[in-house]
């Protein structure tokens, strides 16, 4: 079937199905393509422009000839019918209150057709005239002082999860897929990017550039992204570059020269990479994730650059995207695990088919480390440690943790080994690309397909049913099953902080010799001794043991002086910890270094705990805040319990 006819089946059937709680979009009709003609204005701080949406309408006969679109700080000018590319009818639209529970959802936009003004496929474009908030909460304009070349501005947008109503008005739910094309105007000599293929640009008279772009493969509006600066691309592989300001642009060639290897093994695993090319942007400090996978474009964080390509797992973790949450896209927010623990799942198996079995294996146990943590932070009994949440009356935004990550992994190597292994469960990983494909997916319909697909592969049936899908998915806490990973390296690891701190083996520059090689053993072993300080307590005289530990395992290891982030975070955790004053001055620099969320907000914490810690804590985050991305800014604050 070719793939329009697939896609239009596809949206045909979605606006039968139910809504999203975090979006203010019905089932009345729904937006197959977007066209977004803007122009950035850098002094205001403003895009503006217009946005057109080619909506299909469920049946304009009987039901209501309305379109809902979700907007948060919008200012709307004007909205039009469009018919062949000329605004010709001008439309009644009203913008309402919002959730009054949950500010965060904006306001719905409805706009009123009348039955005439839609063909008889159903379909009518609809032109919105608006434009953005110095303050959208998916744009981050940086000034030159925040670049590193600090000549020219930047501006960089992060839709996930429904920041997008901040940039345009849309229908911003994962539940609703659509293709899209832009035009985005720009101060020369700035270069533009978007999460799709860029198809030219133009130098205007105005001292501008115009540049075009087209996203042929439906996604959700989260993905929608844009980047403009002072830009610079370096080829990597044959559909990668690398771009960045040329400060950076070459480290991260090097960083991640091995994204055709992580590719390539995406695509044994998973079925073909439908997206063409893969490029990596790598971005100022200020991006408060890891990475971000906006198809054909992967937004990265600086914090990766460690010089020994030891922390670009972040990559394989992005590429996985482009089969689970990008083309096989959860249906909504409270379906979260089935984008990112699909996606986890196969960036391990990357990793694993690449770097072996150890490697694999310390991922796996780092991963239940930290949602170890995350259960702890909110509690055995919170619903947000369910797989499946229950998202009303809430910003997904708050519910964002390892729990769909990490528990979605455990979930689907426990149904792995219960299947037979990873020579059944591969090709049930491509079988599931391919039934969801340009479309969304949620966990009971899953369950189905999941049990019908081994039942025909022979899977003995007692097997299939002494699965507990409720406990799995709706249960809160830690996994009921515990996982079985190989410990080797795990345990080296374990036992050589348990040397130091339980037999006062003295450190010494050779005990990591015996080591892998790995950087995720070194992690390990660091996050053993956060254990073992956890259980020895908090008294003086425990932390005063600690300090004078911490300074010989420094002396022999030179963490102070560490390029990784990862280590360097974990350093400062233990240091902060035991109440060493001298780590202060350093963590309070790491947190002005960068705004990865990953390591403000646990950082902040632990500071803002400590005596003297806590005015540091406040005074670092008032001196740094504004450089941080509008979501960073907004959980550390609530962490710091303090207002912007």
């Known amino acids: 079937m070719p793939f329009q006819d697939s896609f239009r089946i596809f949206v045909t059937a979605l606006l039968r199905k139910m809504a999203d709680p975090s979006s203010f979009a019905t089932a009345a009709a729904r937006v197959q393509h977007i066209h977004w003609n803007v122009k950035l204005d850098f002094d205001t701080k403003i895009i503006q422009g217009y946005v057109e949406h080619h909506v299909i309408f469920s049946d304009p006969e009987n039901g209501p000839c309305e379109v809902v679109f979700d907007t948060k700080g919008l200012k709307i000018s004007s909205v039009h019918l469009v018919e062949d590319g000329t605004p010709v009818t001008t439309l009644t639209y009203k913008v309402l209150a919002g959730n009054k529970k949950c500010d965060q959802l904006g306001e719905p936009l409805v706009v009123t057709f009348l039955k005439e003004q839609i063909k008889e496929d159903h379909v009518a474009i609809v032109r919105i005239e608006y434009e953005t908030s110095p303050s959208s909460s998916a744009i981050q304009w940086l000034p030159p002082a925040q670049t590193a070349g600090k000549v020219h501005p930047y501006l960089f947008t992060q839709c996930q999860a429904i920041h997008a109503r901040s940039m345009l008005p849309c229908q911003d739910t994962p539940s609703n897929k659509c293709t899209y094309s832009a035009v985005v105007i720009v101060p020369s000599p700035l270069v533009a990017l978007m999460s799709a293929l860029s198809t030219g640009s133009q130098?205007?008279?105005?001292?501008?550039?115009?540049?075009?772009?087209?996203?042929?493969?439906?996604?959700?509006?989260?993905?929608?992204?844009?980047?403009v600066g002072a830009l610079e691309k370096r080829d990597i592989g044959p559909r990668s570059a690398v771009w960045s300001e040329k400060e950076m642009v070459e480290a991260g060639a090097y960083e991640f020269a091995e994204t055709e290897d992580f590719l390539q093994a995406g695509e044994e695993i998973a079925g073909p990479y439908v997206w063409g090319r893969y490029d990596i942007l790598l971005l100022p400090p200020s991006f408060p994730y890891g990475g971000m996978e906006n198809p054909m474009l992967t937004f990265v964080t600086p914090t990766l650059l460690a010089g020994d390509r030891s922390l670009v797992n972040v990559v394989a973790h992005e590429i996985a995207h482009s089969w689970f949450g990008n083309l096989a896209t959860s249906k909504t927010w409270g379906h979260f695990w089935m984008n990112e623990g699909?996606?986890?799942?196969?960036?391990?198996?990357?990793?694993?088919?690449?770097?072996?079995?150890?490697?694999?294996?310390?991922?796996?146990?780092?991963?239940?480390?930290?949602?170890?943590?995350?259960?702890?932070?909110?509690?055995?009994?919170?619903?947000?440690?369910?797989?499946?949440?229950?998202?009303?009356?809430?910003?997904?935004d708050d519910a964002f943790s390892s729990v769909p990550y990490e528990k979605g992994f455990n979930f689907l190597c426990y149904l792995q080994e219960l299947v037979g292994g990873e020579e059944l469960m591969n090709p049930f990983l491509k079988a599931h690309c391919e039934k969801y494909k340009y479309s969304v997916v949620e966990s009971d319909g899953w369950k189905a397909f999941f049990l019908e697909y081994f039942q025909t592969k022979g899977v003995d049936k007692t097997k299939l049913d002494s699965i507990e899908w409720e406990t799995w998915l709706n249960t809160p806490g830690?996994?009921?099953?515990?996982?079985?990973?190989?410990?080797?390296?795990?345990?080296?690891?374990?036992?050589?902080?348990?040397?130091?701190?339980?037999?006062?083996?003295?450190?010494?520059?050779?005990?990591?010799?015996?080591?892998?090689?790995?950087?995720?053993?070194?992690?390990?072993?660091?996050?053993?001794?956060?254990?073992?300080?956890?259980?020895?307590?908090?008294s003086e005289e425990a932390k005063a043991k600690w300090r004078l530990l911490l300074d010989d395992i420094n002396k022999a290891f030179g963490?102070?002086?560490?390029?990784?982030?990862?280590?360097?975070?974990?350093?400062?955790?233990?240091?902060?910890?035991?109440?060493?004053?001298?780590?202060?001055?350093?963590?309070?620099?790491?947190?002005?270094?960068?705004?990865?969320?990953?390591?403000?907000?646990?950082?902040?914490?632990?500071?803002?705990?400590?005596?003297?810690?806590?005015?540091?804590?406040?005074?670092?985050?008032?001196?740094?805040?504004?450089?941080?991305?509008?979501?960073?800014?907004?959980?550390?604050?609530?962490?710091l319990g303090v207002h912007l």
């Open 203 to 227: 130098d205007l008279e105005d001292g501008t550039i115009q540049y075009t772009f087209d996203q042929k493969v439906p996604v959700p509006s989260y993905l929608i992204a844009l980047a």
């Open 342 to 396: 699909f996606t986890v799942f196969l960036e391990r198996k990357i990793l694993k088919k690449l770097r072996g079995s150890g490697c694999y294996n310390l991922a796996a146990m780092m991963g239940l480390k930290a949602l170890e943590d995350s259960v702890n932070l909110f509690g055995m009994q919170h619903p947000f440690t369910c797989l499946c949440q229950d998202l009303s009356d809430c910003d997904p």
């Open 478 to 538: 830690m996994p009921h099953i515990a996982p079985t990973f190989d410990k080797t390296l795990i345990n080296q690891a374990h036992n050589l902080a348990k040397d130091y701190v339980e037999a006062n083996k003295k450190p010494a520059k050779e005990d990591f010799e015996s080591f892998s090689g790995l950087t995720e053993q070194i992690i390990v072993f660091l996050e053993s001794l956060q254990a073992l300080q956890e259980f020895e307590g908090k």
């Open 559 to 639: 963490f102070n002086d560490s390029r990784n982030s990862e280590i360097r975070f974990r350093w400062c955790t233990l240091c902060i910890r035991a109440e060493e004053e001298s780590i202060y001055k350093q963590t309070s620099a790491f947190l002005g270094e960068q705004g990865r969320m990953k390591f403000l907000r646990p950082l902040y914490r632990d500071l803002f705990k400590t005596e003297k810690g806590t005015p540091i804590a406040l005074e670092t985050f008032e001196k740094y805040k504004t450089g941080y991305h509008g979501i960073a800014q907004k959980m550390v604050a609530k962490d």
